[in-house]
């Protein structure tokens, strides 16, 4: 095995928890299989206030559609493997949600809206395009899970501080960092089990 070959499936291990066990079971408190999923924009626009469930992977989505944001009672939102560029104001109207699935976009902004959501137990934001997240995540009072990896991140918002008590995994794995900057992290969340690659001699 030449050496990029070995650098190559190195990578791939690496990614194999990530790409396929996107969030732990002890971040659910919820059985959501048992749900309905809606998986086309027609049958959500039908009747939006039975939609509990939606689950959109693989659309080329370039936006989060409209139509999600009237599904009042919406808990579980999966639109993954998109082209989705933002997470836009409209967010904060999804007040019952629990689950957000926005892995695998280009998301590079998130409304400070987000902070609506206070039911929200598992956000995933992995491989994105995020260079910074909000303060306004440290004021989701319910978040357990929180996974940002494979994202140009390298530092956390002072607020991330309020999560102490109930956050219990961060993914902040192909995410180059120093060990002075995974410390400062491990600092902010000492009760949150951190999910890191190895740190870098990186001068930045």
């Known amino acids: 095995m030449n050496k990029t070959t070995y650098l190559h499936f190195y ?8 790409l396929f066990f996107p969030y732990s079971s002890k971040a659910q408190d919820f059985d959501y299989s048992k749900l309905k ?18 689950q959109m992977k693989h659309k080329g989505l370039k936006e989060i559609p409209p139509q999600v944001f009237a599904c ?16 836009p104001p409209e967010i904060g109207k999804l007040t ?12 590079n902004n998130i409304s400070p809206e987000i902070k609506n959501c206070k039911e929200l137990r598992t956000l995933i934001l992995r491989f994105n395009e995020l260079t ?5 995540i440290g004021f989701l009072p319910k978040l357990v899970y929180l996974n940002l990896a494979g994202n140009y991140l390298n530092i956390l918002p002072e607020t991330m501080k309020n999560l102490q008590s109930q956050l219990k995994y961060l993914d902040m794995r192909v995410i180059t960092l120093s060990r002075q900057e995974q410390a400062d992290i491990e600092k902010m969340l000492p009760n949150t089990k951190i999910f890191f690659s190895q740190s870098c001699n990186c001068m930045k």
């Open 11 to 18: 990578l791939f291990l690496l990614l194999l928890p990530i």
């Open 37 to 54: 999923r809606y998986k086309n924009l027609t049958d959500i626009k039908q009747n939006p206030d039975s939609v509990f469930y939606i």
């Open 72 to 87: 009042k009672n919406l808990i579980y939102l999966d639109l993954s493997f998109n082209k989705i560029k933002s997470i």
């Open 96 to 107: 019952h949600l629990r689950v957000l699935n926005l892995g695998n976009n280009k998301i």
């Open 132 to 136: 910074q997240i909000p303060p306004e």
